[in-house]
């Protein structure tokens, strides 16, 4: 049973072009993350929903746009890809993002664009 | 300002001996926790052990213990008994709890171990 899962696992593309990585969590947590891991291998927050509720939204330019249909589900749409967006992205999930419960992190979307 | 530093950017180890993962932290939170990451070649991230701000013992998982010095703002991971298969990045990181924090995990930049057989 995969806990936190994305899809999909690798993603190269033009830029320009317009994508989406889907992310669930079968833990019943109420807290999703998006992350992104750059080249060198730095992590940094993206965006967090919270029983489907926006409550992080790091300076992420206006071209990413999350998205929860329910608390299961966090996806991430990128429009007019850059060639800087290339990076590993990782979805999380906690119990509760207001306390300091450990995040589960799913598989990693590797993306290229060219 | 919340920051995590991890100065060590590689370590060597010899198999089954001890290694300690330095972290230092900043934060002007008096609640928070702190986090052991492990990401290995294959490129997930593995969950390794939790410390709270207000836990008074050090936080132990198997081989793996978290040696905390609050005063000093340090959180370092200690790993017994090194197995080759812990080869890996490792990332310490920090949750805080002002306002706006809301369960955000901030890291340091990794460090990257090799386990020597």
């Known amino acids: 049973d995969t806990a936190v899962s994305q899809t999909p696992k690798y993603l190269v593309t033009q830029m320009g072009n317009d994508k989406s990585i889907k992310c669930e969590q079968n833990l019943g947590h109420d807290t999703m993350y998006w992350y992104k891991q750059d080249s060198k291998k730095f992590l940094k927050i993206m965006f967090s929903?919270?029983?489907?509720?926006?409550?992080i939204n790091e300076t992420v330019p206006n071209r990413f746009s999350p998205k929860s249909p329910d608390k299961a589900h966090l996806n991430l749409h990128i429009n007019s890809l850059e060639l800087g967006d290339s990076a590993v992205y990782f979805c999380?999930?906690?119990?509760?993002?207001?306390?300091?419960?450990?995040?589960?992190f799913g598989p990693g979307t590797r993306l290229t664009v060219t | 300002a919340q920051k995590i530093t991890q100065t060590q950017p590689g370590m060597f180890v010899q198999e089954k001996e001890a290694v300690t993962l330095d972290c230092t932290y900043d934060?002007?939170?008096?609640?928070?926790?702190l986090f052991w990451y492990k990401q290995p070649s294959s490129g997930e991230m593995i969950f390794l052990i939790y410390q709270g701000s207000y836990d008074q013992q050090n936080a132990t998982e198997g081989r793996y213990s978290l040696n905390f010095q609050k005063a000093r703002k340090s959180a370092n991971l200690v790993i017994s008994a090194s197995q080759l298969g812990d080869s890996a990045m490792y990332f310490c990181a920090m949750s805080a709890h002002g306002s706006g924090n809301t369960g955000k995990l901030i890291f340091g930049q990794g460090t990257t171990l090799q386990v020597k057989p």
């Open positions: 934060t002007s939170d008096p609640s928070y926790g």
């Open positions: 999380a999930s906690s119990q509760d993002g207001r306390l300091s419960y450990e995040q589960y």
């Open positions: 929903y919270n029983n489907k509720e926006l409550i």
